[in-house]
């Protein structure tokens, strides 16, 4: 996951986010165009991780983890956000800086003993 919540291609936002037939398509970023999975796809996975690491992304983490998803109301939609897998699930693997924004104390990591 990028800073503003991109998933592979998928970009905030993008008209893309709503595609139900299409398992590849392209999206426009700026001067490049990328072939990207489209969200069914990638939410018929069985397994999916979610690593992010630095605190350049803790807003993004905060925002797809702790938001309460409402399609109705006008918001900046994470594709991150979006990543649901219909039978299976998904596991985030976060550093203590990316998780900064979700946990008010102080995390104590302990170090494995290997």
């Known amino acids: ?7 592979g291609s998928l970009i905030p936002d993008h008209p893309v986010l709503g595609e139900k037939e299409r398992w590849v398509t392209h999206v426009k970023d700026g001067n490049e165009t990328r072939l990207t999975l489209t ?3 990638i939410n018929s996975s069985s397994n999916i991780a979610m690593v992010v690491a630095g605190s350049a992304n803790a807003n993004a983490v905060y925002h ?6 409402d399609p ?7 594709p991150a956000k979006l990543i649901a897998p219909e039978e299976g699930d998904i596991v985030w693997y976060l550093d203590k800086d990316a998780a900064s924004r979700i946990f008010k104390e102080e ?8």
């Open 39 to 41: 969200l069914p796809v």
């Open 72 to 78: 109705q109301a006008p918001q900046r939609v994470f």
């Open 64 to 69: 797809s983890l702790m938001d309460r998803y």
């Open 1 to 7: 996951m990028e800073e503003d919540g991109r998933v």
């Open 107 to 114: 995390l104590r990591i302990e170090k494995r003993p290997y």
